[in-house]
């Protein structure tokens, strides 16, 4: 084996040493390990990947364009990430590993509150506003968004009538969706979550405890996968590891009034109803979430008349009560006094859609 010494490194002209930059490790006694991979993936605050955002939402009187963020890998409060585009509520976001997106909702910056088609995207590794995508090829709210590693999907949502439209993004571009198949019946008020290779969708705005998947990859409509364990939920919230679905909490039949803290999962990879998972700390609906592949946690919500600042986590892979992670913050002066929030999106770069 050769051995390389080198006395001093300088600049060009011998006034300084040299500077590197970005997040580095050093391996034994003496040497460098060179950062690799995508420059998004390392964090200006040296964090790495692990971030999971909140965009969006509403508590009485207002709406806000403010995007939260948390490390799902700890515990602690949510701090602010950037902004959307514009004031937005009843959001559908996916992630891949270097960006997050929000899509429709209700845009409260245009006339009538309308439906938007607008996409909106977040570079993850850094702070700030959010950037143009495209748009959808239908402006709805309380849509389902859902992802593999390349490919974004949203589904349902309502204009004002249900809708059974699944539409897609290529994640890595910009650009307008396109259309990607139909849902087997029109679906609003839903929750949703994804593995590497399957979009779910399930529960409804007339309150169902269908469980609906597609391959993302593969255009085309959606078929039935099983049962949610509670009959006739709406306004939950989804997330997954790369082989359980989770859903959480949301309403029954009787409406906003009645809410319950029921958390069900099932192993997406075969077909059949959902398990009994455990419990949510506070019973809710129009609550947010994010995951890990590890972690899932649970953000904000809804309890006529109460919206919550609430964020609590479990550990997907097994099965339990869920437990304390923080309290959002949102900052709106008009809105947001005790950083609650309800009728928002979230979404993370290391979600059980995106494989290992």
């Known amino acids: 084996m050769s051995e390389f010494r080198v006395n001093s490194i300088t600049n060009q002209d011998g006034s300084a040493g040299p500077q590197v930059c970005g ?7 003496s040497g460098v390990q060179i950062p690799s991979g995508s420059s998004e993936f390392r964090r200006q605050d040296g964090g790495g990947r692990g971030r999971g955002i909140f965009a969006g939402g509403y508590e009485a ?44 909702g209700s845009d409260y910056d245009a006339p009538a509150y309308s439906r938007t088609t607008h996409i ?44 059974n439209t699944i539409d897609f993004i290529t994640m890595a571009s910009t650009g307008d969706a396109t259309d990607f198949g139909s849902l087997m019946q029109p679906t609003n008020d839903l929750g949703s979550c994804s ?9 409804d705005g007339d309150t169902s405890d269908l469980i609906q998947f597609f391959t993302i990859q593969t255009l085309g409509d959606s078929t039935k996968f099983g049962e949610l364990t509670g009959d006739n939920v709406r306004y939950p919230a989804g997330l997954s590891s790369n082989t359980r679905g989770i859903r ?25 109803n959902a398990t009994d998972f455990g419990n949510l700390t506070v019973a809710r609906n129009l609550l947010a979430s994010c995951s890990s592949k590890v972690r899932g ?17 479990i550990t997907i892979a097994s099965t339990g009560n869920a437990s304390d992670f923080g309290d959002l913050t949102y ?22 859609g995106l494989g290992d």
């Open 120 to 163: 909106d995207y977040v570079v993850m590794s850094s702070l700030g506003g959010a950037n143009d995508f495209g748009d959808l090829t239908l402006g709805r709210r309380y849509l389902g968004g859902i992802n593999d590693s390349t490919r974004g999907v949203f589904a349902g949502g309502d204009n004002p009538a249900k809708q």
């Open 331 to 352: 900052s709106d002066p008009i809105a947001h006094t005790n950083g609650a929030a309800r009728g928002f999106s979230g979404c993370s770069d290391v979600n059980g």
């Open 23 to 29: 997040v580095s490790t050093f391996s034994g006694k």
């Open 297 to 313: 946690v649970f953000a904000g919500g809804y309890d006529s008349p109460v919206t919550y600042n609430t964020m609590d986590f």
């Open 195 to 203: 593995s590497p290779t399957r979009g779910f969708v399930f529960a």
């Open 248 to 272: 959480a909490g949301g309403s029954t039949p009787s409406g906003l009034s009645v809410v319950v803290d029921v958390i069900d999962f099932w192993t997406m990879a075969s077909e059949g």
């Open 61 to 104: 009187p207002a709406v806000t364009s403010e995007i939260q963020t948390i490390e799902i890998a700890t515990t602690g409060n949510g701090t602010k990430f950037g902004d959307l585009s514009n004031l937005i509520s009843s959001t559908g976001c996916c992630g891949s590993a270097t960006r997050g997106f929000a899509a429709g």
